[in-house]
Nanobody, 128 residues
Framework: QVQLVESGGGLVQAGGSLRLSCAAS????????MGWFRQAPGKERDVVAA????????YYADSVKGRFTISRDNAKNTVFLQLNSLKPEDTAVYSC?????????????????????WGQGTQVTVSS
């Protein structure tokens, strides 16, 4: 199992930016496909972005395309999510996830059931 710890959340005004980080430990980080999910109060957890093991492939939810960027640094065992042009509707708890089982080197995974390890989450609040 891999342990995941998110950081970088906070309170920001609409139009602002944040950079979330997710540090992994426990196994070889490049073995994992990674994803970011978010859950707002009273709503289901939804995928935000995903990145393949090789970092050559990325996936974004339509609601964040052009505003958010996912990246990873396998040497630092960390995946990032850059959040730009934030909107109040982006307010949620953001969690990173790792898929260690049979993760394709070039494929991204967009369903929460694709992942087997989760961080505790970090709160992002966007004020209008």
């Amino acid at each position: 199992q891999v342990q995941l710890v998110e950081s970088g959340g906070g309170l920001v005004q609409a139009g602002g930016s944040l950079r979330l980080s997710c540090a992994a430990s426990g196994r070889t980080f490049s073995d994992y496909a990674m994803g970011w999910f978010r859950q707002a109060p009273g709503k289901e957890r939804d995928v935000v972005a995903a990145i393949s093991r090789s970092a050559d492939s990325t996936y974004y939810a339509d609601s964040v395309k052009g505003r958010f960027t996912i990246s990873r640094d396998n040497a630092k065992n960390t995946v990032f999510l850059q959040l730009n042009s934030l909107k109040p509707e982006d307010t949620a708890v953001y969690s990173c996830a790792a898929r260690s089982r049979a993760a394709s080197f070039t494929r991204t995974y967009a369903a929460s059931t694709d992942y087997d390890s989760w961080g505790q989450g970090t709160q992002v609040t966007v004020s209008s």
